[in-house]
């Protein structure tokens, strides 16, 4: 049964730093990796989906890679703000269908 | 586009009731599914469709029942709920069934059982 974990748990920085989420899986034969955003008491907003066949993606200061044969997937904020304050979510299919495993996320404050 | 939806936001329950939570989505994708999030749990799939018509379970089906007569609709019903049930359920959507494609989720229905 496929597992993903998620570290730090939690994660507390000042404005400006650059930071960096990580996600692992214990079964690499995955399809995809997808991070989400969830802000309190809202949804998962889509950040970034990186195919089986990708190294990473990239969508404005997030950068996402993954190493598939090790089982990592890293999430990289540059220049942080405390509008990225949120919990990010690390998920992965394993089939070719959509089914998603979810990580239980970090959660990151970032203060003025 | 509204993207998807979730009716109601707010429910609570007596052990015992039985109630609809619905999800609608109108961007003609083909496939949905129902999420439970629970502190220190993370998020779990209930019920997935790849098609109207077509549905299967996920990790904890238990104690849910799901119908697709409609690619935009896929309400997830609670026959007797429990208090093991109170959750937030969140119901995503997807173009296709195959996993090349970000899921989109909705705003979520926080549910108490009492």
């Known amino acids: 049964k496929q597992e993903v974990t998620q570290i730090p748990a939690a994660l507390s920085v000042p404005e400006g730093e650059n930071l960096v989420l990580n996600c692992s899986f214990t079964?690499?034969?995955?399809?995809?990796l997808q991070w989400f955003r969830q802000d309190p008491g809202k949804g998962l907003t889509s950040l970034l989906l990186i195919q089986s066949s990708q190294r990473e993606q990239t969508s404005g200061r997030l950068n996402a890679s993954l190493d598939k044969s090790s089982g990592r997937s890293t999430l990289y904020i540059a220049a942080s703000q405390p509008g990225d304050s949120a919990t990010y979510l690390c998920a992965v299919s394993n089939s070719g269908y959509s089914t998603l495993t979810f990580g239980k996320g970090t959660m990151l404050l970032v203060s003025p | 586009n509204a993207g998807v939806t979730q009716t109601p936001k707010f429910q609570v329950l007596k052990t015992g009731q039985s109630m609809t939570l619905q999800c609608a989505q109108d961007?003609?994708?083909?496939?949905m599914s129902w999420y439970r999030q629970d502190p220190g749990m993370g998020l779990r799939l209930i019920h997935y469709?790849?098609?109207?018509?077509?549905?299967d379970q996920g990790e904890v089906p238990n104690g849910y029942n799901v119908s697709r007569s409609t690619t935009e609709d896929f309400p997830l019903r609670l026959l007797s709920a429990a208090p093991s049930q109170t959750s937030v359920y969140f119901c995503?959507?997807?173009?296709?069934?195959?996993?090349?494609?970000?899921?989109?989720f909705g705003p979520g229905t926080r549910l108490t059982v009492t």
């Open positions: 995503a959507s997807s173009l296709s069934r195959r996993s090349a494609y970000e899921q989109y």
């Open positions: 961007m003609n994708h083909e496939y």
């Open positions: 469709s790849v098609g109207a018509g077509i549905t």
């Open positions: 079964d690499s034969a995955i399809y995809n």
